[in-house]
């Protein structure tokens, strides 16, 4: 039997920071150790305090090394936030002359064409993933070795990253005392748990719903189509809820985890939680009907927004498999429901598949 590859990850998120040790076997992804720390330093997914944000790296990768009981001296690192952004980009190269057949190395001048489109000397490159290929005039080839042909063209999807955000995050590893083995885009890697690959093949839309942005990945035919950031995430709704209920973000958080809703009339007219608002001695009962009211129109703006990205990737028939939720933030009771009424597309929250280990 061969070794399974172990693997370190590293999520650096504006709320959490998550570590995890696995291998890699033939079956899905056996755990070995996760960690978890509270994250500091860190807004909007792009690190504003290098370190304290190491600080709070070391502290999820101690955990994890504690339960795997093994040393993590290396990670795959997630990237996400505001400054991520993605477009679509071909390459067109001919076939080796004297082979007539595409080998290995023309698909791979043809991926390296298409990595040559403009990327402002302020951005990089992330990820090249290619969508499919066309050979002299076929399209919607998806695996081009092999295959006879002149000339080769390949559509990716192209996803960039600011080199000071990305600088960054390398600096709060590196001070956390790890090496960054490879970066991928979070919602990626989140992509992989989350979804099979019969709904990649068939059409899905992942989304990510983290504390302060969401990540939107499309999925159509077998590869990603689209990415896409939006600014708002679990956070601003608490930051609603505290305003609403003129109480501190704290008692909002835990109110929002434990009575929240985004659908009023879902809830019994008479349902109430009691809080403490500022300024005030006593604790008061307020409707959990009231909390919806707070909740609920931020739950649909985060859920137009998620439609307006759809609607960029193609027409809502090209994702029969729907909306995948994700994150923290997917956990808010009734969001579900909200997302697809706005985008007409059945949504659900995701359950992580291919993973165990650890009690599953
Ligand atoms: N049970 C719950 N109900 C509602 N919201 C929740 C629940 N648990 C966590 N959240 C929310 O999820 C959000 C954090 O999600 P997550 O931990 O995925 O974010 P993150 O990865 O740290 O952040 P980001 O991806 O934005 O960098 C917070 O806004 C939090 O309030
Ligand atoms: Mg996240």
């Known amino acids: 039997?061969?070794?399974?590859?172990?693997?370190?990850?590293?999520?650096?998120?504006?709320?959490?920071?998550?570590?995890?040790?696995?291998?890699?076997?033939?079956?899905?992804?056996?755990?070995?150790?996760?960690?978890?720390?509270?994250?500091?330093?860190?807004?909007?997914?792009?690190?504003?305090?290098?370190?304290?944000?190491?600080?709070?790296?070391?502290?999820?990768?101690?955990?994890?090394?504690?339960?795997?009981?093994?040393?993590?001296?290396?990670?795959?690192?997630?990237?996400?936030?505001?400054?991520?952004?993605?477009?679509?980009?071909?390459?067109?190269?001919?076939?080796?002359?004297?082979?007539?057949?595409?080998?290995?190395?023309?698909?791979?001048?043809?991926?390296?064409?298409?990595?040559?489109?403009?990327?402002?000397?302020?951005?990089?490159?992330?990820?090249?993933?290619?969508?499919?290929?066309?050979?002299?005039?076929?399209?919607?080839?998806?695996?081009?070795?092999?295959?006879?042909g002149n000339r080769l063209e390949v559509d990716a999807h192209i996803v960039t990253g600011a080199n000071t955000a990305i600088q960054n995050v390398v600096k709060v590893v590196h001070k956390a005392g790890l090496d960054v083995d490879d970066m991928v885009l979070q919602v990626l890697a989140s992509a992989e748990a989350v979804v099979s690959e019969d709904e990649i093949e068939r059409g899905v839309v992942v989304v990510d719903i983290g504390g302060g942005t969401s990540d939107v990945a499309v999925f159509s035919r077998g590869s990603i189509v689209h990415t896409g950031v939006i600014p708002v995430g679990g956070n601003h709704v608490t930051a609603d809820l505290a305003v609403g209920l003129r109480c501190d973000l704290d008692t909002a958080e835990t109110v929002k985890r434990?009575?929240?809703?985004?659908?009023?009339?879902?809830?019994?007219?008479?349902?109430?939680?009691?809080?403490?608002?500022m300024g005030y001695d006593e604790p008061v009962g307020v409707p959990q009907r009231f909390l919806a009211e707070i909740i609920g129109p931020r739950a649909r703006e985060m859920a137009s927004l998620i439609a307006a990205e759809v609607e960029r990737a193609g027409p809502a028939g090209l994702f029969p498999g729907g909306i995948?939720?994700?994150?923290?933030?997917?956990?808010?009771?009734?969001?579900?429901?909200?997302?697809?009424?706005?985008?007409?597309?059945?949504?659900?929250?995701?359950?992580?598949?291919?993973v165990h280990g650890m009690n599953d």
């Not at 993590?72 to 067109?92: E, F, K, M, Y």
């Not at 994700?326 to 929250?349: H, S, Y």
């Open 258 to 277: 434990s009575y929240g809703h985004c659908l009023q009339l879902t809830l019994p007219a008479d349902a109430e939680v009691t809080l403490t608002p």
């Open 1 to 148: 039997m061969t070794r399974p590859r172990r693997v370190f990850a590293l999520d650096l998120g504006t709320t959490k920071v998550c570590c995890a040790a696995a291998d890699l076997e033939s079956t899905g992804l056996r755990v070995l150790g996760v960690g978890e720390a509270v994250s500091r330093g860190v807004r909007k997914g792009a690190v504003i305090e290098i370190d304290r944000a190491a600080e709070a790296v070391a502290e999820a990768v101690d955990m994890a090394e504690q339960m795997a009981g093994v040393p993590i001296d290396t990670a795959i690192v997630g990237l996400a936030g505001g400054h991520i952004t993605s477009q679509n980009s071909r390459g067109v190269i001919a076939v080796a002359a004297g082979h007539r057949e595409v080998r290995d190395q023309d698909v791979h001048r043809a991926i390296e064409a298409a990595r040559a489109v403009s990327v402002p000397s302020e951005r990089r490159i992330v990820h090249v993933l290619p969508q499919q290929y066309t050979i002299d005039g076929q399209e919607g080839v998806r695996d081009a070795v092999g295959m006879a």
């Open 324 to 354: 995948v939720l994700t994150g923290g933030g997917a956990l808010l009771r009734g969001f579900a429901e909200v997302v697809q009424q706005e985008t007409d597309l059945p949504a659900r929250v995701a359950a992580p598949q291919g």
